[in-house]
């Protein structure tokens, strides 16, 4: 008797036992695992013809993707990773899979537990046509540290630009309204573009279309990368120099190590001050604003051109360099500065090596550059006039004496100011492209 009481016991013990491991199972399911996540899904929302998607899973036991059109179903993914967090990258060529251009619906199931589990069911639109993309205009020529202008056409394009080695350079539609802007799947760009300084003679010039899904045409420019021969020369740094000029750049007024403190200036600085020119040129109007040749400074003597490569010498001995890019212009002390041509101030302030500065835009990119002033006399959103007085020059920024910096941005890289006081040279390479 005993015997059975003792049987009976262990086995409503081994049953409690099993309820509670069951609780204990299901409480952990619904209360300390945690929803799987997938990042990166919107990605599905349109495929090209390769189209390559990184996602990014969490809290994941399983993961199952699948694309479905009409009465295909085609899996692209199914993992159970060991890992509870794990980054996917799928390449996605519609063609190879058999599906037709048009719509289908993508399926992401994930699982993190036997109550955790979430799905995704994203509408997707299979787009494999690239852009249709034409070269209309272009230089047959550049040289290293000048610019050119082309016009470009595009068939449903969502982004269209030129791109030299690791620069890109994007173009501007047609204003609406005009017979090139009035198909709203063919449309005609402008685009100004560069050979910045250090580019390589013999690069080539790429004309680049994408579409929305992705997918994108290539055309090299006919127009050549040419090199171009700067001037090399040596300045003399001193004592006197660190204390005046390079102490109110770095804000310090006790300097122990003259040579640090130039090459902090003259490098990092540089450095810095080259980066928000870039940032600035972004932000340039769809249109253009200049007319005509542009202003050089009145009464003024070239001091130093564009892509003077300059060591610096301190004691005798190289301690940085630099290359100079723009115009030095000197006239008399405190003169006078007129903005070269219209357009609106995007910029009005000190920037580190460059003093106390004005930057105006002249649409599509372009922008002029004033810089080492005294006084500034517009403010940023201004609209400016050609010849209006905007300034008067000065010895700001890291300047040995009174004169202008000129310099002309093209997406905010300065480029040779050189072509943009001929008037010739403007109506070849860009009024006369314009009019056709």
């Known amino acids: 008797m005993n015997s059975k009481k003792s049987s009976k016991k262990i086995g409503l013990i081994l049953i409690f036992s099993l309820v509670i491991l069951i609780a204990a199972y299901i409480a952990y399911n619904l209360f300390l695992i945690s929803t799987p996540v997938i990042e990166g899904t919107e990605a599905f929302n349109s495929i090209s013809a390769d189209k390559t998607i990184t996602l990014k899973g969490k809290n994941l036991k399983s993961i199952d993707i699948s694309i479905n059109q009409g009465a295909k179903k085609i899996s692209l993914l199914k993992d159970a990773p060991a890992a509870k967090e794990k980054t996917y990258t799928l390449q996605i060529k519609p063609k190879d899979l058999n599906l037709m251009d048009g719509s289908a619906i993508v399926i992401v199931d994930a699982k993190a537990g036997i109550f955790k589990k979430v799905r995704h069911e994203i509408n997707s639109t299979i787009d494999t046509i ?111 120099f660190v204390n005046r000029v390079v102490s109110p750049l770095l804000n310090e007024t006790n300097i122990s190590d003259p040579v640090s403190a130039f090459k902090k200036a003259n490098e ?39 892509g003077d490569k300059r060591t610096y010498f301190y004691k005798e001995k190289p301690i940085s360099s630099s290359v100079h890019l723009g115009y030095d212009l000197a006239s008399t002390e405190n003169a006078m500065v007129e903005a070269a041509n219209s357009g609106i101030v995007r910029y009005a302030g000190d920037l580190g090596i460059y003093g106390n500065t004005i930057i105006i835009d002249h649409g599509l990119g372009l922008m002029s550059l004033y810089g080492h002033l005294s006084t500034i006399l517009v403010k940023e959103g201004q609209a400016i006039n050609k010849g209006e007085i905007i300034a008067r020059t000065g010895s700001t920024g890291l300047a040995g004496g009174d004169h202008l910096h000129f310099g002309i941005l093209m997406h905010g890289y300065e480029v040779t100011p050189l072509p943009w006081w001929d008037a010739h040279w403007i109506k070849v390479n860009i009024l006369d492209y314009l009019k056709q």
């Open 130 to 240: 690239p852009p249709a993309l034409e070269i209309l205009n272009t230089p047959s020529f550049v040289n290293q540290g000048s610019s050119g202008f082309a016009v470009l056409k595009a068939k449903d394009a969502d982004s269209v630009f030129i791109k030299l080695e690791d620069y890109t350079f994007k173009t501007f539609k047609a204003p609406a309204g005009t017979e090139s802007a009035r198909g709203s799947n063919t449309l005609t760009y402008s685009v100004f573009f560069a050979a910045p300084f250090n580019s390589k003679e013999g690069s080539v010039f790429y004309a680049v279309a994408y579409d929305a899904a992705g997918n994108k045409n290539i055309k090299s420019l006919p127009t050549k990368l040419k090199g171009e021969k700067f001037k090399i020369s040596t300045i003399n740094i001193d004592d006197a």
């Open 268 to 306: 990092n600085l540089r450095e810095s001050n080259l980066k928000k020119l870039i940032e600035i040129g972004q932000k340039s109007e769809p249109k253009i604003l200049w007319g005509g040749p542009f202003l050089q400074l009145k009464n003024s003597k070239v001091m130093a051109t564009y």
